[in-house]
């Protein structure tokens, strides 16, 4: 099983529609949780950091639920610069255990 | 604040070569890392650096690949007797302390 799982997609979505990624992790252990975006042939950028409580950042809502070792981004209003791939990303610990595990990522295409 | 640099930013080596792939970290960020992109796969974490000390290795191939961050100058990841299956995207992250990961623009390594 890998260790942070999501559908790969890809999702193709018009403008202005809402869509939403999941994932799931395998290690309970895991205590610091992110969404990234990477554009083609570019480096991961941090979105947004998710929090149990849930976050939201303009038009991007993450949710975090612990007991399922679930994560969620809910993108709503598509963009056409939304277009690109979403990497679920699980850290461990802080310290020595402080490395990222990623997801392989779900793509994105927004399109008029 | 420059981000986090790399070069060279495209290597193209012959198989049996060695890489060497450099990564200066953003001002005041002591602990680096990288990653490796397989095509078509997700960020898979190879090493963990602080200055001059490696702290987490678990993610490195046993043998050709050697990885260091000096006193001075910018971290190195090198690979020696390269082999086809070593074409990947190497990326440099870098943090102020074991926290949030800025990544740099990547090397893309073909080998030939």
């Known amino acids: 099983r890998k260790e942070v799982e999501q559908d790969p997609g890809p999702f193709n979505v018009p403008e202005g529609a809402t869509v939403a990624f999941n994932c799931t992790y395998s290690?309970?252990?895991?205590?610091?949780f992110f969404w990234y975006r990477q554009d083609c042939r570019k480096e991961p950028k941090l979105l947004m950091s998710?929090?149990?409580s849930g976050n939201e950042d303009g038009r991007f809502t993450a949710q975090l639920n612990r007991a399922s070792q679930y994560i969620s981004l809910l993108i709503r209003d598509s963009k056409l610069s939304d277009s690109a791939t979403y990497l679920c990303?699980?850290?461990?610990?802080?310290?020595?255990?402080?490395?990222?595990?990623f997801g392989t990522g779900t793509r994105l295409q927004v399109t008029l | 604040n420059a981000g986090v640099m790399q070069n060279p930013r495209h290597l193209v080596r012959r198989r049996g070569q060695e890489a060497r792939l450099r990564c200066s970290p953003m001002?005041?960020?002591?602990?680096v890392y990288w990653y490796r992109q397989l095509p078509e796969e997700g960020l898979k974490f190879m090493v963990y650096?602080?200055?001059?000390?490696?702290?987490?290795e678990s993610g490195m191939p046993k043998e050709r690949f050697s990885a260091e961050f000096p006193k001075e100058g910018p971290s190195i990841l090198r690979i020696q007797q390269v082999v086809r299956g070593d074409s990947a995207a190497y990326f440099c992250?870098?943090?102020?302390?074991?926290?949030?990961?800025?990544f740099g623009p990547g090397t893309r390594l073909t080998v030939l």
């Open positions: 992250a870098s943090s102020p302390s074991a926290d949030t990961q800025y």
């Open positions: 290690n309970s252990a895991s205590q610091s």
């Open positions: 998710v929090y149990s």
């Open positions: 990303v699980v850290r461990e610990g802080t310290g020595t255990a402080s490395k990222l595990t």
């Open positions: 001002k005041g960020h002591s602990h």
């Open positions: 650096l602080q200055k001059e000390n490696i702290i987490d």
